[in-house]
Antibody, heavy 117, light 110 residues
Framework: QLRESGPGLVKPSETLSVTCTVS????????WSWIRQPPGKGLEWIGY???????NYNPSLKSRVGISVDTSQNRISLTLTSVTATDTAIYYC?????????????WGQGALVTVAS | QSVLTQPPSASGTPGQTVTISCSGS????????VNWYQQVPGTAPKLLIY???HRPSGVPDRFSGSKSGTSASLAISGLQSEDEADYYC???????????FGGGTKLTVL
């Protein structure tokens, strides 16, 4: 199981932080992605992290995003700096499956983060 | 504007076969496997098809995927009311060195 937790509300220009806790299995040997979905809109890939710490980010967000993994706590973390209203979205963490980096077999329920003053 | 292009909507009656298209380019669909997701409103996406043509365990064989050149398709046969959902295609893009999604297709079962 994957469960995201986040602040719910973030002010513009501040930093958004969301954590994904993995239970019932180990983070090790998998890639993990963050994907977001603005209300009523489509899916956008944010980036991924390997359990070793290797990362890859969406070029459109690369200057503002950070993804890290804590294998001792079985957690994956997302930070997004200098947020604006366009960063308002449901943030999902997902585990990579066979079928390339766009294949995800387990998803969290998502954490809605609203950017507003 | 999504990198992968899907029709915004599709519809069919129970029992029919519906096909949803996903159009891309040589840097994504043309050179990488395609994955499809089903999302019922209010829930997380669910992997429906991986590696272009494969179904994860538990996905009915009514769902099938295919690819030709820079386009992919998801076919749903024997349409059922519970198939009403949003469907997304996804692929790696070599130029972006990342993942791109289609804009999504809302399937209505009439």
């Amino acid at each position: 199981q994957l469960r995201e937790s986040g602040p719910g509300l973030v002010k513009p220009s501040e930093t958004l932080s969301v954590t994904c806790t993995v239970s019932g299995g180990s983070i090790s040997s998998y890639y993990w992605s963050w994907i977001r979905q603005p209300p009523g809109k489509g899916l956008e890939w944010i980036g991924y992290v390997y359990y070793s710490g290797t990362t890859n980010y969406n070029p459109s967000l690369k200057s503002r995003v950070g993804i890290s993994v804590d294998t001792s706590q079985n957690r994956i973390s997302l930070t997004l700096t200098s947020v604006t209203a366009t960063d308002t979205a449901i943030y999902y963490c997902a585990r990579h499956f066979s079928g390339g980096i766009s294949s995800y077999d387990y998803w969290g329920q998502g954490a809605l983060v609203t950017v507003a003053s | 504007q999504s990198v992968l292009t899907q029709p915004p909507s599709a519809s069919g009656t129970p029992g029919q076969t519906v096909t949803i298209s996903c159009s891309g380019s040589s840097s994504n669909i043309g050179s990488n496997p395609v994955n499809w997701y089903q999302q019922v409103p209010g829930t997380a996406p669910k992997l429906l098809i991986y590696s272009t043509t494969h179904r994860p365990s538990g996905v009915p064989d009514r769902f099938s995927g295919s690819k030709s050149g820079t386009s992919a398709s998801l076919a749903i046969s024997g349409l059922q009311s519970e198939d009403e959902a949003d469907y997304y295609c996804a692929a790696k893009d070599d130029d972006l060195n990342g993942v791109v999604f289609g804009g999504g297709t809302k399937l209505t079962v009439l």
